[in-house]
């Protein structure tokens, strides 16, 4: 064969698509209805009934809009019903603020920015270049860890004292205009850098740098409140007042899961990542060298293992997936045999390590698991809460049939408590490093 396609060899391919009737009529069948419509398999609908054993209660589904923010809502998800239990408030009253938590996550993110190229020894464009250490800098996405360490530094506030706001939920235009800012202030350190500056100039051109973020972050999302007066009715009706509460009083008297005690672990079985590994994504995080995303790499059923434990316990799970493939938002079904790609098209989908060591898919959605649904103390579906609003799906949330979990979960975040022995040992390792590019 050439190394180009020849017209022979077009007009050959067009005789054998015609010599089966049925390529025709898939044809005409797609090409009216649609891939998904035409190839969507009922009976899968059908099977995965929005019935769970295990379940959390019903709250509140938060809408993220355009925002680029799921692991901030997933996050709030997951200490909603500890917090409304300990304020001893209906949940379905309770909402707490994913702007606060954006705001200093941007901040911090820039400042991290700024250190990675402060305390970088090669400032050759092509080195930074090739370790990505500018390109993801301050980008909209996260991960529990970032989650945490905002939490732990700055706390959290209800809703109603910074809440959403025109550009908080369609973050094109502020992470364009932040990005570009924080990448003109890293192209002035990097000049003063080659220029053999002191670490002071460079440590106070930072700071004004931060300032400069705090006064844009503030214009456009809204200036944080660092107190407030915190007013509501309890599940009794009776009226309770706190006068003068900060956000970390907030937090330090109402969230009573300890954060740092949770874990991600992750289900990554990809040519360069084994089980029962530490890994941790370079550069990239918001609180300086307080926040990489580190898991522990462990097999899928040590995953779900450990979710289930936790939600028998009444604590959701925070989990990163890929969900573009074999969903269906309408029904709110994920599930690998929802389009009959395989009959209709002749094709095979990669299995997951494939998918991961070509890095077809990665981490780009973070939910909470909220329930499950076990036959036999085995899962077979799962209950996800999204942060779309309630409008699509079953209400906002997806039924995931347990064989997609096998597929496309790569991480869940787990308190330690529930690990084994075997796995609290795991975690004195030291970490390994992996470059920002991979997926994860």
């Known amino acids: 064969m050439d190394k180009q396609i020849s017209i022979e060899q077009i007009s ?132 529990w860890q970032w989650f945490v360490s905002i939490i732990n530094k700055y706390g959290i506030v209800p809703m109603s004292f910074m809440p959403d706001v025109v550009e908080s939920t369609n973050y094109e235009k502020v992470s364009d205009i932040f990005t570009e800012k924080v990448k003109k202030d890293i192209s002035y350190l990097l000049k003063l850098k080659n220029e053999n500056e002191s670490i002071e100039k460079l440590r106070s051109d930072k700071e004004r740098f931060l300032q400069e973020n705090y006064n844009l972050l503030s214009k456009i999302l809204g200036e944080p409140n660092f107190k407030f007066d915190y007013e509501y009715k309890d599940k009794n009706n009776k009226y309770i007042r706190y006068k ?90 994920l599930d690998i045999r929802l389009y009959d790609y395989r009959d209709t098209l002749n094709f095979n989908p990669l299995s997951k390590k494939e998918a991961l060591d070509l890095h077809d898919i990665e981490m780009h959605h973070a939910m909470t698991f909220c329930g499950v649904h076990l036959l036999e103390n085995k899962p077979v579906r799962w209950k996800i809460e999204d942060s779309y609003g309630n409008k699509e799906k079953v209400n906002g949330y997806y039924i995931m049939n347990d064989n997609f979990f096998n597929e496309f979960v790569l991480s869940v975040v787990i308190d330690k408590k529930y690990l084994t022995e075997e796995q609290l040992k795991l975690l004195e390792q030291e970490p390994i490093e992996f470059d920002v590019g991979e997926p994860f």
Request: net charge negative.
């Open 12 to 143: 050959k391919f067009s005789e054998e698509y015609n010599k089966n009737r049925n390529n025709k009529i898939i044809e005409n069948a797609i090409t009216k209805n649609g891939l998904e419509n035409a190839c969507i398999d009922r009976q899968v609908i059908i099977e995965n009934v929005p019935i769970f054993n295990i379940e959390l209660p019903e709250s509140t589904r938060y809408d993220q809009k355009d925002s680029y923010k799921c692991w901030i809502y997933a996050g709030i998800n997951v200490i909603k019903h500890n917090i409304a239990q300990n304020l001893n408030i209906d949940i379905m009253k309770l909402e707490l603020s994913n702007n606060f938590i954006a705001f200093f996550d941007k901040l911090e993110k820039s400042n991290n920015a700024y250190e990675n190229i402060i305390e970088l020894e090669n400032t050759d464009l092509d080195y930074i270049h090739k370790e990505k250490i500018v390109e993801y800098c301050v980008s909209e996405g996260g991960y």
């Open 244 to 333: 003068d509460m900060t956000p970390i009083e907030f937090k330090n008297k109402f969230l009573t899961l300890d954060l740092n005690n949770f874990v991600s672990i992750g289900n990554l079985p990809m040519y360069n990542k084994e089980y029962y590994k530490i890994y941790s994504k370079k550069y990239l995080g918001n609180i300086y060298k307080d926040s990489y995303a580190t898991f522990l790499n462990l097999p899928i059923e040590d995953l779900k293992d450990l979710a289930i434990k936790q939600l028998k316990d009444g604590i959701p799970v925070w989990m990163g997936a890929h969900i573009m493939k074999f969903r269906d938002k309408k029904s709110g079904i």
